[in-house]
């Protein structure tokens, strides 16, 4: 599961390691997955990117969104329980990865990645998922 | 694990799926529900690919600032508190 931070970098700037992961989900090397929302997430964290930081520059990001939307499998949201001790507010994109059973939570997200590995979805950098899912077989 | 679906269709629908498994050779209309859905998925999967290409140069090719993080971070906190 991809979370905000990765979208924003991925679509904004061509030459990182979150556009590589996307490159790879293209490609089909893994199964993005989403929920109502984890979509919502994305749609308002880049549109208030893009409409406030003059250094993210992609035009086009409404069709990005919308390929990433396609690419991803959806499923349901289910009830935020508390789970972040450090920041409460990644609550819900930890639910989300528990909605969709998703084995990784791709993020840039200091707070998410000092979780590690909360229920059973490991919180990794695009870094380290490229090297993994890279490494497979 | 399979699942059960009840859908309906119209008669000429019927008709059609019907004459595809008798045409494709298979032994069932599930058969044929089930291969049209992986005919439709990897067009989807081909098309997506398409787009994927033909939008890959846009973005920025400079260095990402770290505070892009932090306006990320920002929105999402804001977004989750509301």
């Keep these: 599961m991809l979370d905000s931070s990765v979208v924003v970098s991925g679509i904004g700037w061509r030459g990182g390691d979150a556009r590589r992961v996307l490159t790879l989900l293209a490609a089909g090397g893994f199964q993005s997955y989403r929920t109502p929302w984890l979509t919502a997430e994305w749609s308002e964290t880049v549109q208030y990117v893009a409409e406030n930081e003059k250094r993210w520059r992609n035009p086009n990001w409404i069709h990005w969104l919308e390929w990433l939307k396609r690419s991803s499998k959806l499923a349901a949201d289910i009830p935020i329980k508390k789970t972040v001790k450090r920041d409460p507010n990644d609550d819900a994109v930890v639910m989300a990865a528990v909605a969709v059973h998703a084995s990784c939570i791709v993020t840039s997200d200091g707070d998410l990645l000092s979780l590690q590995k909360p229920y059973g979805a490991a919180c990794i950098t695009p870094r380290d998922f490229l090297g993994v899912i890279l490494r497979q077989p | ?82």
């Excluded at chain 2, 920025?60 to 999402?76: G, T, W």
């Design chain 2, 1 to 82: 694990m399979a699942i059960t679906l009840n859908i309906s269709l119209a008669e000429e629908q019927k008709g059609w799926l019907n004459s595809r498994r008798e045409a494709g050779g298979f032994s069932s209309q599930s058969d044929v529900v089930r291969d049209l859905i992986r005919s439709e998925q990897e067009r989807e999967k081909q098309a997506l690919l398409i787009q994927f290409r033909q939008m890959e140069q846009d973005g920025s090719n400079e260095a990402e600032p770290a505070e892009i993080l932090k306006m990320v971070k920002q929105v999402k906190k804001v977004r989750r508190a509301s």
